[in-house]
C-alpha cells in the first residue's frame, strides 16, 4: 500500500492507536558498534540493566545519527488534531512526547527504589541528570565507574538505593505507568463504533502481548478499523486481518521519515 494511502486513511480514521515497538530504541542504528556493545556488556556483568535505555540514549546522540528524532518528530506531526493514544514499548524518552503516550516498559526520566518499594517513584532532577550524564562519558571511554547507585536519595520506604524507572530494572515498579494504562482502556473501549486507524511501528516480539496482539484483537472487532503494521520482518498481518489492513515490509523509523 502507497504512503498516500495510508495517509489518506488517516485523515479519514476518527480515531488513531499507535503502537511504538523496539526498533525506537535505536538498536539498529547502533548496530555494530563496538564500544555500544562493550558498553552493554559492562552493564549486563555489573547487574545494571536499568541503564540500558540511558546508554541506548546516549550512544544515539554519540553517533550524531537525527533519523529517530525526524521519526518521532513525524509522528508528532501526523497525530497532531486527531483523537490518538500511543503505546510505546520503546523505552525512548522521546516516545513521551509525540503526543498523548503511555510507556508501559518505563523511560530514563523517573527514578523508583532498586528493591520495588511502592509509592516511591521520583523524577530525575539536575543533579542525576549531571551524574548519570558523568557515568555514561566514563563508559564511553572504557570505563565503568564503580559506585552503587549515584542517582540522588533513598527511598523513603526502605533506605535502599535508587535506579531509573524502567523495565530493565530488576524490581521494576509497574504502578509507574498504570494511572495512564487507565486512560488508554478507557480510550479503547471507545474506539469500538468509531473508524479507528490502527498503526504498529516497529514492534517485534520482545513483549507481544502489550501491542501486537492485543492491537489485532482491537483491529479484529472494530468494523471500521483498518490495521497497518510496519516492520521489516515481523509485518506478516494474520489471515483474519488480512482483508482489512496491510503490512509494510520496511523499517518503521525510515518508513516515517519518508513519509
Ligand atoms: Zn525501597
Same mark, same amino acid.
Given at each position: ?16 492507536? =499507535?503502537? #511504538? ?9 547502533? +548496530? ?5 556493545? #562493550? ?12 541503564? #540500558?535505555?540511558?546508554?541506548?540514549? $546516549?550512544?544515539?546522540?554519540?553517533? +550524531? ?10 509522528? !508528532? ?7 490518538? $493514544? =500511543? =503505546?510505546?514499548? /520503546? ?7 509525540? +503526543? ?14 532498586? !528493591? ?32 552503587? /547507585? ?21 524490581? %521494576?515498579?509497574?504502578?509507574? %505507568? ?5 486512560? %488508554? ?11 479507528? #486507524? ?5 514492534? +517485534? ?9 492485543? $492491537?489485532?484483537?482491537? !483491529? ?6 483498518? $490495521? ?32
Amino acid at each position: 500500500m502507497k504512503n498516500e494511502e495510508i495517509l489518506e486513511k488517516l485523515r479519514q480514521a476518527d480515531m488513531v492507536l =499507535v503502537g #511504538l515497538g523496539e526498533d525506537f530504541d535505536g538498536i539498529e542504528i547502533l +548496530g555494530q558498534d563496538e564500544g555500544y556493545l #562493550l558498553g552493554c556488556q559492562k552493564l549486563r556483568d555489573a547487574g545494571l540493566h536499568w541503564l #540500558l535505555p540511558a546508554w541506548n540514549e $546516549f550512544c544515539l546522540k554519540k553517533t +550524531g545519527d537525527r533519523s529517530l528524532d525526524r521519526a518521532f518528530e513525524k509522528l !508528532a506531526d501526523i497525530l497532531q488534531g486527531k483523537n490518538h $493514544f =500511543v =503505546v510505546s514499548v /520503546s523505552t525512548n524518552s522521546r516516545a513521551g512526547t509525540v +503526543g498523548r503516550v503511555v510507556m508501559p516498559c518505563g523511560s530514563t526520566l523517573e527514578k523508583q527504589c532498586a !528493591a520495588g518499594c511502592k509509592g516511591t517513584l521520583s523524577k530525575m532532577t539536575d543533579r542525576d541528570k549531571d551524574r548519570l550524564e558523568h557515568f555514561l562519558e566514563e563508559l564511553y571511554a572504557g570505563q565503568l565507574i564503580e559506585e552503587a /547507585s549515584f542517582l540522588e536519595g533513598n527511598c523513603p520506604v526502605c533506605g535502599g538505593s535508587l535506579v531509573l524507572h524502567n523495565v530493565y530494572a530488576e524490581n %521494576y515498579n509497574e504502578e509507574g %505507568y498504570l494511572e495512564q494504562w487507565k486512560l %488508554y482502556t478507557k480510550w479503547l473501549q471507545g474506539t469500538l463504533h468509531h473508524s479507528l #486507524l490502527v498503526l504498529e511501528l516497529g514492534v +517485534g516480539m520482545r513483549f507481544p502481548s502489550v501491542i501486537r496482539w492485543p $492491537f489485532e484483537k482491537v !483491529a479484529f472487532f472494530n468494523q471500521k478499523a483498518f $490495521f497497518c503494521r510496519i516492520h521489516e520482518k515481523l509485518y506478516q498481518l494474520t489471515k483474519e486481518l488480512s482483508e482489512k489492513g496491510c503490512g509494510i515490509s520496511k523499517n518503521a523509523i525510515d518508513w516515517l521519515e519518508e513519509l
